[in-house]
């Protein structure tokens, strides 16, 4: 027995010419999914772009949250011991409403492009007095908690010299004045305030330091003299 192979090749051609009249296709060249080869030069840059994208987003939330919401700061300088030490990590709020007593970061007066981080001790209209080592505020004693360490190992000494406004070189007025505030730090021995420099313009407060989130044993919310 024999086999034509003119026959075989005709009954192909006719078997392929069919399928394709019913629209049926072979599996013979039928491609294993979709869309682009991830390995293709096409499919590495849409990667590259998301990634980018995502990267841009973070960026400018980061900015965002930095300049507008929170941001870290960490304390050099011993103007606020034994509150703060050098060392110590805060997360300002850009938000809060400045209040008494609050421990606030502005720029340097003398623009030296250091911030300094002291207390908030007069509010516009304030009056303010320190006799005998204690804090008057429009007449009214106001006690310091904050200072008891300080108070306590000073022995005895003075640890606010006696003063008022009207008699500080740095103010000669009677009153804190409006949109600014006194400022004091907790080491009153060695800090440069506004004993020294005057009034912080109100709009210079870059932010209140209401978390403090090292070292470890000392996490936790700052909260002023409350």
């Known amino acids: 027995m024999s086999i034509d192979k003119t026959d075989l090749n005709n009954h192909d051609a006719d078997y392929f010419s069919r399928n394709e009249r019913f629209g049926v296709k072979s599996n013979k060249k039928t491609k294993?999914?979709?869309?682009?080869?991830?390995?293709s030069p096409d499919g590495f840059w849409k990667e590259f772009a998301n990634i980018a994208i995502s990267v841009a987003v973070a960026f400018v939330l980061f900015i965002v949250i930095r300049t507008y919401l929170f941001y870290p700061f960490q304390v050099v300088g011993e103007s606020?011991?034994?509150t703060l030490e050098t060392g110590d990590r805060l997360i300002l709020n850009r938000l809060a409403k400045v209040d008494r007593f609050d421990i606030v970061v502005f720029p340097a007066p003398d623009g030296s492009g250091e911030e300094y981080v002291k207390r908030i001790i007069g509010l516009p209209g304030d009056e303010i007095t320190y006799f005998q080592d204690t804090l008057y505020i429009n007449g009214k004693k106001v006690d310091e908690h904050y200072l008891?360490?300080?108070?306590?190992?000073a022995n005895g000494k003075v640890l606010t010299p006696d003063f008022t406004l009207f008699s500080l070189d740095s103010t000669k007025v009677s009153t804190v004045p409006k949109d600014?505030?006194?400022?004091?730090?907790?080491?009153?021995s060695v800090s440069k305030d506004?004993?020294?420099f005057g009034f912080i313009p109100a709009a210079q407060v870059e932010g209140t330091a209401d978390l403090r989130i090292w070292p470890i044993a000392k996490i936790g919310l700052m909260d002023g003299n409350k």
């Open 32 to 39: 294993k999914g979709s869309g682009k080869n991830p390995g």
């Open 180 to 188: 600014t505030y006194f400022v004091l730090g907790d080491n009153r």
């Open 194 to 196: 506004s004993r020294v």
């Open 80 to 82: 606020m011991v034994p």
């Open 148 to 153: 008891e360490p300080l108070k306590a190992a």
